[in-house]
Every structure is written in C-alpha cells, then in structure tokens.
C-alpha cells in the first residue's frame, strides 16, 4: 500500500477504539473482573454478566465465618434483612426509587406471576391485560397463564420490531377495561427503549397499573420509578448487575399499593410476623409481602461487589459509556458489516436504546459457532441475530471493535 492510499478501515477503527480506551473514565474499572483466558471479546454481560475478582473471597469468607462459624445466629444478625436491604440498594443505584419499595427474591419469572398476580383482580370491570408480542418469552407465557387463571383477556400490541413499543402503541390498546399493562423497559432482542415515563403516564390516564420488566436496563440505564409513577417492576440480577448464573431477581411494589396488593404464593416469609406461627395467614403490609419462602442467601453474594462498583462509578457515567460503545459498535458495523449484506436491527439513535446491538445475516447461527469456538462471546438469537451485549464497567472499546472485526472475518470465512 502507498501513503496515499486510505487506511484500511480495521485499523482505523482499532485506532479509534484504543484512544476512546486511554481516555474512558470508567476504564480502571475493567481490572476489577475475573480474567478469562482465551476470550478475546465478551460480548454476552446482557446475558449474564462477568464476576468480580472480588466474588471468590466473598464465597469463601461467607462458608468460612458467616455460615461456618455464625452458623444460624447469621439469620438474626444479617441474613433476615437482606432481601430489603439489597431490594433498598438496587432501588437507590440503579432504580430511582426510595427504601421499603424493592426486594430481592426468586427469579423474575415467578415474581412476573406474582405481580401481575396481585394486579389483576383489584376492580371486576378491569378484565384486560396489556402485553407486547415480541416480548421476552417468559413474560409472554407467564401473562398467558395468569390470563387464564384468572379469566382476563390479553390485548398484544404488535410494535415495529426493530424501534420497540411506542406511546401511541400502547394508547390505541387501552381502555376502562384495562387491568394491567406489562411491558420491558428494554427490548432484549432490538435492544430499543421504551419511554417508561410517557407510556407509564398514559396508563395512569387510563385508570389501570403499569408493570415494568427491567431485566435488559436494570444497572446499564438510568430510570426513577417513583418519580415517574410506575406501579410494579421486576428484573434480573444476574445480566448487567453481575450476581452470577440463577442469582434472585429483584421486584418493586410502589408504597402507595403495599397491603393493598396481595400476590398469590403467600408463604410464611410474606406473613406479618414471620415467627408467630400462628393459625391463619395474615399478609406483611410492607415490602416483605412479596416473599414467599426463604430467600437464596448464598446466591445474593455477588451481586453485591458490582452494586458497590456500579454506585462508585454512577448510573449516569455507566449510561454515558453505554450509549459510546453501542455508538461505536454501530460506526463498525457500518464499516466492515454493512458491505457484507448483514443488517442493523436496533435503533440508531442511542438515546432509543438501551446497552446491546442487534444485528442479523441468514449465516449468523454458523457463525456464532466459530466465534465461540475461538474466544469471541457474542450471542445468538433465532432466527438470525447477533447481539453485542456491551457492559459498560467490564465491556472496553477495544473489545468491541474486536468482535464485529471477528464477526466480519467469520462471516468471510463462511461465506
Ligand atoms: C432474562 C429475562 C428473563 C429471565 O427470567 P428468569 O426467570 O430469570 O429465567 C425474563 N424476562 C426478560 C425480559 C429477560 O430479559
């Protein structure tokens, strides 16, 4: 190549990645993570997120004195508290919502049914429920079930797949006979996001409850949950908050509903005094109504190191490097994808989106399979989408640009 001829774009994008590196303010935060030999890119922390270092002293000191030596006496002196406590934790760093709204229990599928449970039998002309039809399968199947237990009708909104459900979406489906609408904050295939407070808002008009699934925001997008009015929410603790594979979920129930609700799996630890072992159930009135049995202790130590980093490097300076590493996950997509026919399925705009990219090409299943095999950690959504999951305090640009070049090269050699 002469000098006068362009540079090719890999290494521009290389060069631009490493300068947005040596500059990140954020960038020391990337050591605070377990190594992981031979993985080149991991693209997959809206998934299930990257331990700390921290993580393998914390399990051990917690078998060695917590458990091992305080034995039961820990449930009086820590155990007992923290569902609220963590609930509290997550609620001031990552949900905008004040203490005594938040708990940590169970996984987000059973505390989906738990909610929409305890939404839905609050006025008998209320008979309908609101749900999105490309929402998460889960949420889909868990509003099916509820739907028929409790004889109420599901009205799907059909949004554009690639930009996610919008305000006049969700109005044109509303009306008195609205229970409930359930909705994610982020779509977790387009990645695009809801505007929590408009469409939070038009539900309100419509006298019914707003319900938000936040696994694909919770810890990577700002929200304020009380500002904003919403009722219920639910979210994964093991994507962008880091608590490891199967770590409890977390659920929000607004002051205002707290022993007005009830949710359906009323076991003991829900019960207004746990201890009295009395006759009869009689409900807490506080966020304690949300638990049912006793919560997963162990399960609960991991999370705990990336709330501690998330509230040191702030919610907003996580958001501030997401949107700038799907910003540039994007430009490399337009400069070595696009000439590959593979197509962008996420919003362009950064302020619609939330922390991963979605792009898809009729070969990515194969492809994803030599990625993997050689140390590049995206994932793969059927029918042919890629997502570039970016975590913001463990993903670098470096990384990123790293993976769509792997993306391309595999797509080459396949192709
Ligand atoms: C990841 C995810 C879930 C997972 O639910 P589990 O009960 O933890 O398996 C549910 N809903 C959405 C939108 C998700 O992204």
Not at 159 to 171: F, L, R, Y
Not at 182 to 189: C, F, K, P, Q
Not at 292 to 301: E, F, H, N, Y
Request: aromatic share 6%; charged share 20%.
């Amino acid at each position: 190549m002469t000098a006068h001829e362009p540079r090719p774009a890999a290494d521009a994008l290389l060069d631009l990645a490493a300068a947005l590196d040596a500059a990140d303010p954020l960038g020391a935060h990337l050591d605070a993570f377990v190594d992981a030999p031979g993985v080149h890119a991991y693209l997959d922390g809206n998934s299930l997120g990257r331990p700390l270092r921290v993580v393998p002293e914390r399990l051990a000191s917690f078998a060695r004195e917590d458990w091992g030596t305080r034995l039961i006496r820990s449930w009086d002196e820590q155990w007992m508290a923290l569902p609220m406590e963590l609930g509290d934790r997550i609620g001031a760093i990552a949900l905008g919502a004040a203490p005594g709204q938040t708990v940590v229990a169970d996984s987000t599928s059973v505390l989906i049914y738990k909610l929409l449970r305890a939404a839905i039998p609050r006025d008998p002309a209320r008979t309908e429920i609101v749900m999105e039809r490309g929402n998460f399968p889960t949420d889909r199947f868990l509003v099916e079930g509820v739907a028929a237990e409790t004889g109420t009708t599901i009205r799907w909104i059909d949004p554009d797949p690639v930009h996610g459900v919008q305000v006049a979406d969700v109005v044109a489906v509303l009306s008195e006979r609205t229970a409930v609408v359930s909705l994610s904050h982020v779509d977790y295939r387009s990645g695009a996001l809801a505007d929590m407070r408009a469409i939070t808002a038009a539900v309100h008009d419509a006298g019914a409850l707003m319900m938000w699934d936040l696994c694909h925001s919770a810890g990577v997008v700002p929200m304020q949950l009380d500002e904003w009015g919403v009722d219920l929410a639910v979210g994964c603790t093991y994507k962008y908050l880091n608590g490891g594979p199967g770590s409890p979920a977390f659920a929000y129930l607004r002051r205002s509903l707290q022993g007005v609700l009830r949710q359906p799996i009323q076991g003991w630890w829900s019960a207004a005094d746990i201890f009295a072992m009395g006759p009869e159930y009689v409900p807490a009135s506080d966020i304690r109504q949300l638990l049912s049995g006793t919560p997963p202790v162990t399960s609960m130590l991991a999370m705990q190191g990336m709330l501690d980093l998330i509230e040191q490097a702030t919610i907003a300076a996580v958001r501030e490097k997401s949107q700038a590493l799907t910003d540039l996950a994007i430009r490399a997509y337009d400069e070595v994808l696009v000439p590959l026919g593979v197509r962008l399925l996420s919003p362009r705009d950064a302020a619609a989106r939330g922390g991963h990219v979605t792009i898809g090409h009729p070969d990515f299943r194969a492809v994803t399979q030599r990625l993997w095999a050689d140390g590049i950690i995206p994932d793969f959504r059927f029918p042919d989408g890629i997502r570039l999951g970016l975590s913001p305090l463990s993903t670098s640009y470096s990384e990123t640009v790293r993976g769509v070049l792997a993306v391309r090269d595999a797509l080459q050699q396949h192709g």
